[in-house]
């Protein structure tokens, strides 16, 4: 007889499917304000810890705790908390939209607002994001036109993108927000470059590099953290860890590591792990791996831990793979309520002025929606030219493409 | 003037070009401290320092993804993969990134990057070091494509490819590198500095991308080659006595419609000679657009001259490449069609 056993293959599974109890005992949270704030300069050795924690400021009566509290005043509070909510305004009303048929397609951001939106807040004008399409809140929290991100998700007239890129992918370089892809991860080593490009011409602005748990898993991830890593660039590679990727679970991605901000350890990348509905922790952060980037120090890995709340895109069902009742057991809450509560607690705010807010911010949203639906959407109205699929392949139109656009009849 | 080998031409390229824009930027794998494999590269980071001459770590994908977002910054990155066989895990970054930024973005971004790297076979190389992938570049919207067959084309469009606002393949064959290879292995090589085209000036010159160049003036039938194989053409129209008219076409995307209808037009003949494989390669697409454009001046039907469709053996190399007989006997079929 052999010593040995046969092989098997280890598959890893959620704790729980459709039917099940929703359990997130898993998910092991430390108390707010617990995780120290270390200096910018640290040696990555010393903060391996902060790894497999999570940093939180916000604690359950609504009070900011600890060594990361203290950075927002209360008009910077009300500021993010309008962002928060108008994004999700946003994406109420697109989301019906897209049922309407008036687009294709649309990813909304349920509980994750928080990530995005706070994350811009401690960038400067200049800085560059590479975002995925999920971050359209550094686009709100930069007073992008919300009428602008209408038109493209209405492919109408004014579409920004004249039509070829799909509906959410926005692009603002003047907003600091490189094109979107779709394409997962292949945005993380290009945000490495453009930090290493500001870099070499010894510019003072930096990059953020995103993407979501599940793509973690491409090589690209890698080949980003490797470059990072060996020329120190000034660069905040950003891992949204919001528990799915469409209908896989993370730890499909994650495999044995423990956490997904771990990965950094290896890279001598220092890593931290925050509550991604704490707008205050998430600001608190950035703000850190921001100082550390343009101190010339180099890169961060920040991991935050979220939960997608609604589906994917407006092309699954979560219910077909999760239980329909998870994201109310999500222990990490709802990142509007969060600073909502705080901000009550601080005496700044009210639920009569939020209610008010609620219906000022749903009826700023229509009136841009309105404007956009006044140039087309998808299916009617004002819309791109044929001309449009032409143009732009390359800076200057070569003559194959002309002739087969004279074919087209254009 | 000065005698140069297309080592040394693609070199001065990137020295006038690093010379006159700071935004010029040049990495690779073995490309700073050493000079690249092939020596490239060489002294370009001591003259211009180690930020903009550099060595990369072992990831094609990086290397290339790395460039697309300093080219986003506004730099002017012209990186080496260090054989065309080894671009693959960067392809992902080629086609759904540098080919489309501009597109996509509706030129809100853009991607003028170069991404060189030596090509084709003739030196023993194997499966994984002869590869000719030009057609899984020419198939991607939004590239350029440059396949250079000498010193002064290589400088001239090299230095157009790095100012170009767009991204350019730039696959250097490298068994031009030392000399004009015409596929006699067995013969002794001929020097660039034994030939007109290793005349390149040492300064600043552009040659347009999208223009070919007649190699070899004649009436009898049309050669449409690039890289390598302009020389195997050239020795088998003399081997054969065949007055062939010899196409270099230098840029496959853009290509140069007007000089091949034109002179197939003349001939009435045609063959159509590269060293990647047959089925789907570039040649199936030279091909088609002859017919498209000459079918009614045609007198015979348009020869492939090509790899096999095998990967690239080693042992077996010069049964593989395209030589000057095989080219030969391609043009003799044409002509007794």
């Given at each position: 007889?052999?010593?040995?056993?046969?092989?098997?293959?280890?598959?890893?599974?959620?704790?729980?499917?459709?039917?099940?109890?929703?359990?997130?005992?898993?998910?092991?949270?430390?108390?707010?304000?617990?995780?120290?704030?270390?200096?910018?300069?640290?040696?990555?050795?010393?903060?391996?810890?902060?790894?497999?924690?999570?940093?939180?400021?916000?604690?359950?009566?609504?009070?900011?705790?600890?060594?990361?509290?203290?950075?927002?005043?209360?008009?910077?509070?009300?500021?993010?908390?309008?962002?928060?909510?108008?994004?999700?305004?946003?994406?109420?009303?697109?989301?019906?939209?897209?049922?309407?048929?008036?687009?294709?397609?649309?990813?909304?951001?349920?509980?994750?607002?928080?990530?995005?939106?706070?994350?811009?807040?401690?960038?400067?004008?200049?800085?560059?994001?590479?975002?995925?399409?999920?971050?359209?809140?550094?686009?709100?929290?930069?007073?992008?036109?919300?009428?602008?991100?209408?038109?493209?998700?209405?492919?109408?007239?004014?579409?920004?993108?004249?039509?070829?890129?799909?509906?959410?992918?926005?692009?603002?370089?003047?907003?600091?927000?490189?094109?979107?892809?779709?394409?997962?991860?292949?945005?993380?080593v290009?945000?490495?470059?453009?930090?290493?490009?500001?870099?070499?011409?010894?510019?003072?602005?930096?990059?953020?590099?995103?993407?979501?748990?599940?793509?973690?898993?491409?090589s690209d991830f890698h080949s980003a953290l490797v470059f990072?890593?060996?020329?120190?660039?000034?660069?905040?590679?950003?891992?949204?860890?919001?528990?799915?990727?469409?209908?896989?679970?993370?730890?499909?991605?994650?495999?044995?590591?423990?956490?997904?901000?771990?990965?950094?350890?290896?890279?001598?990348?220092?890593?931290?792990?925050?509550?991604?509905?704490?707008?205050?922790?998430?600001?608190?952060?950035?703000?850190?791996?921001?100082?550390?980037?343009?101190?010339?120090?180099?890169?961060?890995?920040?991991?935050?831990?979220?939960?997608?709340?609604?589906?994917?895109?407006?092309?699954?069902?979560?219910?077909?793979?999760?239980?329909?009742?998870?994201?109310?057991?999500?222990?990490?809450?709802?990142?509007?309520?969060?600073?909502?509560?705080?901000?009550?607690?601080?005496?700044?705010?009210?639920?009569?002025?939020?209610?008010?807010?609620?219906?000022?911010?749903?009826?700023?949203?229509?009136?841009?929606?309105?404007?956009?639906?006044?140039?087309?959407?998808?299916?009617?109205?004002?819309?791109?030219?044929?001309?449009?699929?032409?143009?732009?392949?390359?800076?200057?139109?070569?003559?194959?493409?002309?002739?087969?656009?004279?074919?087209?009849?254009? | 003037?000065?005698?140069?080998?297309?080592?040394?031409?693609?070199?001065?390229?990137?020295?006038?070009?690093?010379?006159?824009?700071?935004?010029?930027?040049?990495?690779?794998?073995?490309?700073?401290?050493?000079?690249?494999?092939?020596?490239?590269?060489?002294?370009?980071?001591?003259?211009?320092?180690?930020?903009?001459?550099?060595?990369?770590p072992?990831s094609?994908s990086g290397?290339?993804g790395?460039?697309?977002?300093?080219?986003?910054?506004?730099?002017?990155?012209?990186?080496?993969?260090?054989?065309?066989?080894?671009?693959?895990?960067?392809?992902?970054?080629?086609?759904?990134?540098?080919?489309?930024?501009?597109?996509?973005?509706?030129?809100?971004?853009?991607?003028?990057?170069?991404?060189?790297?030596?090509?084709?076979?003739?030196?023993?190389?194997?499966?994984?070091?002869?590869?000719?992938?030009?057609?899984?570049?020419?198939?991607?919207?939004?590239?350029?494509?440059?396949?250079?067959?000498?010193?002064?084309?290589?400088?001239?469009?090299?230095?157009?490819?790095?100012?170009?606002?767009?991204?350019?393949?730039?696959?250097?064959?490298?068994?031009?590198?030392?000399?004009?290879?015409?596929?006699?292995?067995?013969?002794?090589?001929?020097?660039?500095?034994?030939?007109?085209?290793?005349?390149?000036?040492?300064?600043?010159?552009?040659?347009?991308?999208?223009?070919?160049?007649?190699?070899?003036?004649?009436?009898?039938?049309?050669?449409?080659?690039?890289?390598?194989?302009?020389?195997?053409?050239?020795?088998?129209?003399?081997?054969?006595?065949?007055?062939?008219?010899?196409?270099?076409?230098?840029?496959?995307?853009?290509?140069?419609?007007?000089?091949?209808?034109?002179?197939?037009?003349?001939?009435?003949?045609?063959?159509?000679?590269?060293?990647?494989?047959?089925?789907?390669?570039?040649?199936?697409?030279?091909?088609?657009?002859?017919?498209?454009?000459?079918?009614?001046?045609?007198?015979?039907?348009?020869?492939?001259?090509?790899?096999?469709?095998?990967?690239?053996?080693?042992?077996?190399?010069?049964?593989?490449?395209?030589?000057?007989?095989?080219?030969?006997?391609?043009?003799?079929?044409?002509?007794?069609?």
């Amino acid at each position: 007889m052999d010593e040995f056993s046969r092989l098997s293959l280890h598959v890893p599974e959620p704790a729980v499917r459709p039917g099940d109890q929703p359990d997130f005992s898993n998910v092991k949270i430390p108390k707010a304000g617990s995780v120290p704030r270390p200096e910018v300069d640290v040696e990555p050795e010393a903060i391996r810890d902060l790894a497999y924690s999570i940093i939180r400021v916000l604690n359950r009566e609504g009070e900011a705790v600890g060594a990361w509290a203290g950075l927002l005043s209360d008009e910077e509070l009300l500021t993010g908390l309008r962002h928060m909510m108008l994004l999700r305004a946003f994406d109420a009303r697109m989301l019906m939209a897209q049922r309407q048929g008036k687009t294709s397609f649309y990813m909304q951001h349920l509980g994750e607002e928080a990530v995005s939106c706070a994350f811009r807040r401690a960038l400067r004008k200049g800085d560059m994001n590479f975002p995925t399409y999920r971050q359209a809140g550094l686009l709100i929290a930069d007073d992008y036109p919300m009428v602008d991100m209408m038109n493209q998700i209405f492919s109408n007239e004014l579409d920004p993108c004249h039509g070829r890129q799909l509906p959410v992918m926005y692009t603002s370089k003047e907003h600091g927000f490189f094109t979107i892809s779709g394409n997962l991860a292949t945005q993380y080593v290009q945000a490495v470059g453009w930090a290493m490009a500001s870099a070499i011409k010894n510019d003072t602005r930096i990059a953020a590099g995103w993407i979501g748990d599940g793509s973690t898993a491409e090589s690209d991830f890698h080949s980003a953290l490797v470059f990072a890593s060996t020329y120190k660039a000034p660069v905040i590679l950003n891992i949204v860890n919001n528990q799915w990727a469409i209908s896989t679970f993370q730890g499909i991605a994650r495999g044995g590591s423990g956490t997904f901000a771990a990965r950094g350890l290896g890279f001598g990348i220092p890593a931290l792990r925050v509550d991604g509905n704490d707008y205050l922790a998430v600001y608190a952060v950035a703000r850190w791996a921001a100082e550390r980037a343009r101190r010339n120090l180099g890169p961060t890995l920040i991991e935050y831990v979220t939960y997608r709340v609604g589906a994917h895109s407006t092309s699954d069902d979560p219910s077909a793979y999760r239980p329909k009742t998870e994201s109310e057991a999500w222990p990490l809450g709802d990142p509007v309520l969060r600073l909502k509560k705080h901000l009550i607690v601080r005496g700044a705010w009210s639920e009569e002025r939020h209610a008010q807010a609620e219906a000022e911010i749903m009826d700023q949203v229509i009136q841009a929606q309105k404007e956009a639906e006044s140039h087309g959407t998808l299916h009617a109205g004002g819309r791109p030219s044929v001309r449009d699929i032409f143009e732009g392949v390359y800076a200057e139109m070569p003559p194959h493409i002309r002739r087969q656009r004279q074919k087209a009849g254009y | 003037m000065a005698r140069m080998t297309m080592i040394e031409a693609v070199r001065s390229a990137m020295d006038v070009s690093m010379g006159r824009d700071e935004d010029v930027v040049v990495f690779g794998e073995d490309v700073g401290y050493f000079g690249g494999v092939f020596r490239c590269t060489q002294g370009l980071q001591a003259k211009y320092g180690k930020t903009r001459c550099f060595d990369a770590p072992i990831s094609e994908s990086g290397i290339v993804g790395t460039a697309i977002g300093m080219a986003a910054y506004g730099l002017k990155p012209c990186v080496e993969i260090q054989f065309a066989d080894y671009m693959y895990p960067a392809y992902d970054q080629l086609t759904q990134e540098a080919a489309r930024i501009r597109y996509r973005s509706n030129g809100d971004f853009t991607c003028p990057i170069v991404v060189r790297m030596p090509t084709g076979g003739g030196i023993f190389g194997g499966q994984t070091h002869s590869q000719s992938p030009e057609a899984l570049f020419t198939h991607v919207c939004g590239l350029k494509v440059i396949v250079p067959s000498n010193p002064y084309d290589a400088k001239g469009l090299l230095i157009s490819a790095i100012e170009d606002p767009d991204p350019v393949m730039f696959l250097e064959p490298k068994r031009l590198y030392n000399g004009p290879f015409d596929g006699h292995h067995e013969r002794p090589v001929t020097p660039w500095s034994k030939h007109e085209l290793g005349d390149v000036p040492e300064g600043h010159y552009a040659i347009p991308i999208g223009k070919a160049e007649i190699r070899r003036k004649g009436s009898a039938v049309t050669v449409i080659a690039y890289g390598t194989m302009v020389h195997v053409a050239l020795a088998a129209a003399e081997e054969t006595g065949i007055d062939a008219e010899i196409i270099d076409l230098r840029s496959l995307l853009p290509l140069d419609l007007e000089t091949i209808v034109q002179s197939v037009g003349k001939t009435g003949r045609c063959v159509v000679v590269h060293e990647a494989t047959l089925t789907s390669g570039f040649g199936g697409e030279l091909v088609a657009l002859v017919q498209e454009h000459c079918f009614y001046q045609l007198e015979a039907p348009v020869i492939r001259v090509t790899g096999w469709d095998t990967p690239y053996p080693h042992a077996q190399e010069w049964d593989y490449f395209p030589g000057p007989a095989r080219v030969g006997r391609a043009l003799t079929e044409a002509m007794e069609a």
